[in-house]
């Protein structure tokens, strides 16, 4: 089975709106964390934001919010205020704290309109 | 940024031949990543590293090798390469006291 699912393989979004990008994951571990990484065309993977499975709180970084749904097993990007530069691919990926391992998702492409 | 490198960016060999990438970090962390990219597979895991001699196999390593003789460096090498191996790879590094890894540029591989 899937660790991390995105089912958004290409999303649109209007300069200056918000855009949120969904991924799902798979675990019966108590305690993990959850990352999300950006690409943009030029090839470098950029770290963006992580989550904790403990962490009441929504993580926060900038434009950048993650929408941690435990019951639902969901983690989901939020980019507030969309820029052109953020017109990337965007990976959602998971450890377990048991493990070093990460998972990764297949990614979500993402293209910013003026 | 973290310090990282990989050699060497972009290589082109023929099926068969063995091949060796090197990633070397300056940040003095603990754990170092092998990562292949693929078109709709995302980023799959080779082969990790916790430490010095110390390493593990990923989802995909199946004819990849590995070895951590310093720190600082970790040598990802195709015995005998394939075409099935052309891919961009990624090296990742993560200290022991942060959650979140950190990428190298990524070597682009090409076996024909």
């Known amino acids: 089975a899937q660790k991390i699912t995105q089912t958004q393989p290409g999303m649109f979004v209007q300069e200056k709106e918000a855009v949120t990008l969904d991924c799902t994951y798979d675990?019966?571990?108590?305690?993990?964390?959850l990352f999300w990484y950006k690409q943009p065309s030029s090839g470098e993977m950029i770290f963006l934001i992580y989550?904790?499975?403990?962490?009441?709180q929504n993580a926060t970084e900038g434009r950048y919010s993650l929408n941690f749904q435990k019951a639902r097993k969901s983690a989901n990007l939020v980019i507030s205020a969309s820029q052109l530069g953020d017109s990337a691919m965007y990976f959602c990926a998971m450890r377990e704290r048991a493990g070093n391992q990460f998972y990764f998702g297949t990614g979500t492409s993402l293209t910013v309109i003026p | 940024d973290a310090g990282i490198t990989q050699s060497p960016r972009h290589k082109v060999t023929e099926t068969g031949t063995p091949v060796t990438l090197r990633c070397h970090q300056t940040e003095n962390h603990r754990y170092m990543y092998w990562y292949r990219q693929d078109p709709g597979h995302g980023l799959r895991l080779i082969h990790y590293?916790?430490?010095?001699?110390?390493?593990d196999k990923g989802e995909v390593s199946d004819g990849y090798s590995v070895s951590r003789s310093k720190t600082e460096d970790f040598l990802l090498t195709l015995e005998s390469a394939t075409s099935s191996q052309t891919s961009v790879y990624f090296c990742?590094?993560?200290?022991?006291?942060?959650?979140?890894?950190?990428f190298g540029p990524g070597t682009r591989l090409t076996v024909t």
């Open positions: 590293s916790y430490g010095v001699k110390d390493t």
């Open positions: 990742a590094i993560r200290s022991g006291h942060s959650p979140e890894q950190y």
């Open positions: 675990t019966s571990d108590q305690s993990y964390g």
């Open positions: 989550q904790g499975s403990y962490d009441e």
